[in-house]
């Protein structure tokens, strides 16, 4: 059953997940290159997704694809 409403990843290349209800689903959370695949099988129709953006203090909403392939220019 696919659970994962919202993926982000953030600084470090940390990946946390949330469900629709936004509730954490920490069975998800770990290095971007560990979690990802588990992330995948899990994902809602609708999922979203969304990349720190330091230094502004929030997220950018993203496509799966533009998530996926993100590096990090600031590290």
């Given at each position: 059953?696919?659970?994962?409403?919202?993926?982000?990843?953030?600084?470090?290349?940390?990946?946390?997940?949330?469900?629709e209800k936004?509730l954490?689903?920490?069975?998800?959370?770990?290095?971007?290159?560990f979690?990802?695949d588990e992330v995948?099988?899990?994902?809602?129709?609708?999922?979203?997704?969304?990349?720190?953006?330091?230094?502004h203090?929030?997220?950018?909403?993203?496509?799966?694809e533009?998530?996926?392939s993100y590096?990090?220019?600031?590290?």
């Amino acid at each position: 059953m696919a659970i994962i409403k919202t993926a982000y990843r953030l600084r470090g290349d940390q990946v946390i997940a949330f469900d629709e209800k936004g509730l954490p689903l920490r069975q998800f959370d770990g290095l971007f290159e560990f979690a990802k695949d588990e992330v995948l099988k899990n994902l809602r129709e609708d999922a979203e997704f969304h990349i720190a953006t330091w230094g502004h203090g929030n997220f950018q909403k993203v496509t799966k694809e533009q998530w996926l392939s993100y590096v990090r220019k600031d590290e």
